[in-house]
Structure formats: structure tokens, C-alpha cells
């Protein structure tokens, strides 16, 4: 397993909370995703072998939220 923090913009509710966790959350090969509002970060534990770092940015990217 793989741990990052990504920097995440343009979060601000609990709406973007749920959207963020639960559209990383259904990927094949993440264990867990972690949203901390106040930071702008999303923690994600993943199994690279399963799911890449860039469609995991690609699917925050999809909500409507800025990777950095």
C-alpha cells in the first residue's frame, strides 16, 4: 500500500467532503481516502498495483476540485 497527501483546492463543505471521499472511496485499489476541509488535503492510502496515482487526481479533478 501507498500513502499520499494531495493538496486539493476549492473545497469547502460537507457536500465537497462526501463528493471527494465517496467518488475516490469507489476505486478499485483504495483502501482509504481521508478529507481534512480546514488543511485543502485529501489523504489517500491506495495500492498502486490497482489504481494509479493519476486517475486518482483525475477523479477529484472530475468533481471539480483543483489537484496541485
Not at 463528493?19 to 482509504?32: A, D, Y
Not at 477523479?59 to 483543483?66: A, E, F
Amino acid at each position: 500500500m501507498e500513502k499520499v497527501t494531495l493538496k486539493v483546492n476549492g473545497m469547502s463543505c460537507g457536500h465537497c467532503v462526501n463528493s471527494v471521499e465517496g467518488s475516490v472511496g469507489e476505486l478499485e485499489g483504495v483502501k482509504s481516502v481521508k478529507v481534512h476541509l480546514k488543511e485543502g488535503n485529501v489523504d489517500v492510502e491506495f495500492n498502486p498495483s490497482e489504481v494509479s496515482l493519476s486517475t486518482i487526481k483525475e477523479t477529484i479533478d472530475d468533481q471539480g476540485y483543483d489537484v496541485e
